[in-house]
């Protein structure tokens, strides 16, 4: 029972990090695009999926609560800032995406906290996970670092990383979805993006080799981890051709690919640990009685009605949408 709740975790995180990473990714670059009708073409390219995919960020958070109430203890005791500012940001966002189409006077106010918004929640949701991957202190199953003690250079550069590859995302996603100049702009981000993810990615390892992070031991045990890192070399050589052949598919394709190869080495690299080397899987989890009671609803009925739900509003809402039209 405990590994279902495991599994269904794991993807929850990776479809929020998927879905409302796209999202967030054109939220960002809703900040540097000029003109109306880009920025309302660019709006009604996620309008009618926004806010269904920030849902599943609640699923994890409530999987974590009821689940695994050990970890939510002690990650929202050490995250409390960084996640009160991200959801500050996913507020702030949403209040701007309705609003900003009702006034013409105060629309640079709400487009500037539309962006604002994506990129303070993309940055702590990165930097969130930086922390995490350098280690939360634990003692007595309690969180035993400072009020800031997430806050070091290893979160920062993560948090500035997460916001390049949901950038990267969102541009592959208005790629897929949008027409004439918002897709040509997205076109001529795309390899900017993919070269500055990729000094992040080399700046990180050198980091942690500097610094000696325990994850790298991991790596040293479990070689079969390096497949992830050849999947998504792959994919990024698969996405370059495509750009390069503006083939509007398969670069959104890709970059989920290149996502799913780093969360999956992330996890693997964890494994049993929940807590990374301080809490595991089995010490986390809930009272046996507690898992298989939410199983009988949340577990068979709530969960993959989510996924029906998820997988019909992408199916409805595909194809490119009209650059003329509003979300309203």
């Given at each position: ?122 940055f ?30 290893f ?62 031991s ?27 052949r ?16 780093a ?23 809930a ?42």
């Amino acid at each position: 029972m405990v590994w279902f709740w495991v599994a269904l975790l794991a993807i929850g995180i990776l479809l929020y990090v998927l879905l409302d990473g796209f999202d967030l990714g054109v939220g960002m670059l809703f900040g540097v695009a000029h003109g109306e009708p880009r920025r309302r073409a660019m709006m009604s390219a996620v309008a009618p999926i926004w806010d269904g995919n920030e849902t599943w960020l609640v699923v994890s958070g409530v999987i974590l609560w009821a689940a695994f109430p050990l970890v939510y203890s002690i990650v929202l005791s050490a995250l409390y800032l960084p996640v009160l500012l991200m959801l500050a940001g996913l507020i702030l966002r949403g209040v701007a995406f309705e609003y900003r189409h009702q006034t013409a006077q105060t629309r640079g106010i709400w487009d500037a906290s539309f962006a604002g918004g994506s990129l303070v929640a993309a940055f702590m949701q990165g930097l969130m996970v930086g922390a995490l991957v350098e280690g939360l202190p634990v003692a007595d199953g309690r969180y035993a670092g400072g009020v800031v003690g997430w806050l070091t250079p290893f979160a920062v550069l993560c948090g500035l990383g997460l916001c390049v590859g949901y950038a990267l995302l969102g541009a592959c996603w208005l790629v897929r979805k949008c027409e004439a100049d918002v897709r040509d702009e997205a076109y001529r981000l795309i390899p900017y993006l993919s070269l500055a993810l990729l000094v992040f990615l080399i700046v990180v390892f050198a980091y942690a080799l500097a610094e000696n992070l325990p994850v790298l031991s991991r790596w040293i045990e479990r070689p079969y981890l390096f497949v992830f890192p050849v999947i998504g070399a792959l994919a990024a050589i698969v996405l370059a051709l495509s750009v390069q052949r503006r083939q509007d598919g398969p670069p959104f394709v890709m970059v989920t690919l290149i996502f799913l190869a780093a969360f999956c080495t992330l996890a693997i690299s964890f494994w049993p640990y929940m807590i990374p080397f301080a809490v595991t899987i089995e010490q986390a989890a809930a009272p046996h009685a507690s898992l298989a009671f939410m199983f009988w609803f949340a577990g068979i009925i709530v969960f993959p009605l989510m996924l029906i739900y998820t997988a019909i509003s992408l199916a409805v809402f595909r194809g490119k949408v009209d650059g003329t039209a509003t979300h309203y």
